[in-house]
């Protein structure tokens, strides 16, 4: 709260002395007895749930419990990529909600999360994905959402050495949304953890929710490995784990937990200036402003809580990026990982209360958390001070399996690794 | 990844393809509502053993069910699932 604003000013004063002033970028807390509200799970979502409970729903006493540490989950996990290139009504608004946080983001918590607008470009390589993407763009559009149809020539001249005349995947065109692109994943976790913190929020790091307590039927407070943690209320922000911490509560989720592999390069003098999808097999890649670049694809497919994945998802995602950008193939590998997906059985979230009074839950982000960070954290945040859903999340119902009420983006049915 | 098919020996992954969770059973068609939703939505998606269908898609065509460990990828156990539904037979009507 004191004089630890960044700006040019304090930039200014630490260039003068050295660098030598800079404080920890929150303080490592230990649990109080109580809170007014307790968010399992310290990733992106839980953190931003946090800082706007209390930035715009005034609650302070809040608690964010997180077993390993800040950055350690998906938030540090993923490929960066943000956008709200959506087709169902369920998703737009949401996802829109996200991108318009996201432009405002740096300004709000006063931390550079580095987010480039820089364009995400989705290739179609036949009439009919153009026919699709075409739709898809007006759906955008009509929920305000900005879309255009690129023609193959003007994808050329942004792009001109992808593979346009490949004999079976020609490029035709691509969907673009110019406000889409990516932002620096860590950062986004300090930023957030750094924003909160000044409001009050304690971040309890190495602490694993063990047990959640109830008293008929109410929840009372967490169970963690540095012992009982008071509650009024409870949100649970765990994705890729929510199986295992809502079964403490008795709960059965419709979602199996997957792997997602993501990869960086080497750095490279930059040549690619947006994010860019192939169409026809699943890859995706953007470069870094370290210059290296960043891509994946599908998921393994299997249910895993392993955080590493198996070759032959490697080799498919190779497959794709030879047969999009042959340029690459000399490119050399610098680091591959992996992290845990909550895939649902429609390939969309889940923002709800639960059957336990004052047990909340987030969860269910497939491989779309990421770009959901700061609405997920508006919407759940409101869900939590409130007792109703944010307007923009009212689709990310628990119960909508039950009431035939899926949000299928992809219309897969109920497989989740099909999403 | 590799899984022991019993009709044709340890083959890639890469040969399979994954449909989930094998213990979840098809309720009677007269069952509740609710019964239907749990069976097709619900699942104990646990972190440990799991058993789990496997279709040897690029091979014998065999439907198989392996139990894995989810947090090591770990395989203790590769079946041939016609085999566990003449067991589960069996044993219904013993």
Known sequence: MKNDRYSIFSLLRETLRGQTGWKPVWRDAAPQASYDVVIVGGGGHGLATAYYLARRYGIRRVAVVEKGWIGNGNIGRNTTIIRSNYLLSGNVPFYECSMKLWEGLEQDIN??????????????????????????????????????ILDVEAVRRRLPFLNYDAARFPIRGGLLQKRGGTV?????????????????????????ATGIRMREGRVVGVETSRGFIGAGRVGLSCAG??????????????????????????????FIDCVVTFGAG?????????????????????????????MP???????????????????????????????????????????????????????????????SGLCFAHL?????????????????????????????????NLH | MRLNCPCCGPRGVEEFTYRGDATVRRPA??????????????????????????????????????????????????????????????????
């Open chain 1, 184 to 208: 620096r994943h860590d950062a986004v976790a300090w930023g957030y953890a750094r924003a909160a913190d000044r409001l009050g929020v304690d971040i309890i790091q190495n602490c694993e």
């Open chain 1, 241 to 270: 784990n929510s199986s295992r911490v809502a079964a403490m509560a008795g709960l059965r989720l419709p979602i199996e937990s997957h792997v997602l592999q993501a990869f960086v390069s080497e750095g490279l003098k930059p």
């Open chain 2, 29 to 94: 068609p007269d069952a509740a509502a609710s019964d239907w939703v749990d069976y097709v939505y619900l699942r104990d998606n646990p972190a440990g053993w799991h058993r789990e269908l496997w279709y040897h898609a690029a091979g014998c065509h065999a439907w198989l069910v392996v139990t894995r460990d989810t947090r090591t990828h770990e395989i203790a156990d590769v079946a041939r699932a016609v085999d566990i539904a003449r067991q589960d037979r069996e044993n219904a009507g013993s």
């Open chain 1, 384 to 416: 939590i001070a409130r007792d109703e859903p944010h307007p923009v999340a009212k689709a990310f119902r628990l119960d909508r399996f039950g009431r035939g009420a899926v949000i299928d983006e992809k219309g897969m049915g109920a497989q989740p």
């Open chain 1, 111 to 148: 931390y550079n999360a580095m987010v480039s607008q820089r364009g995400v470009l989705n290739l179609f390589h036949n009439d009919a994905q153009r026919n699709a993407y075409i739709r898809r763009g007006n759906a955008m559009r009509l929920h305000g959402v900005d879309a255009q």
């Open chain 1, 313 to 375: 998802v490697i080799e498919d995602v190779c497959e794709g990026g030879m047969a999009l950008m042959p340029r690459i193939g000399r490119v050399r590998l610098l680091r591959h990982w992996a992290g845990l997906m909550d895939m649902t059985m429609d390939g969309s979230p889940i923002i709800d209360r639960t059957p336990v009074d004052n047990l909340y839950l987030n969860a269910g982000w497939c491989y779309g958390g990421f770009k959901a960070t700061p609405a």
């Open chain 1, 282 to 310: 699943h890859f995706y890649i953007s470069q870094s402003d370290k210059g290296g670049l960043v891509f994946g694809g599908d998921i393994d497919g299997y249910n895993s809580y392993a955080q590493r994945g198996n």
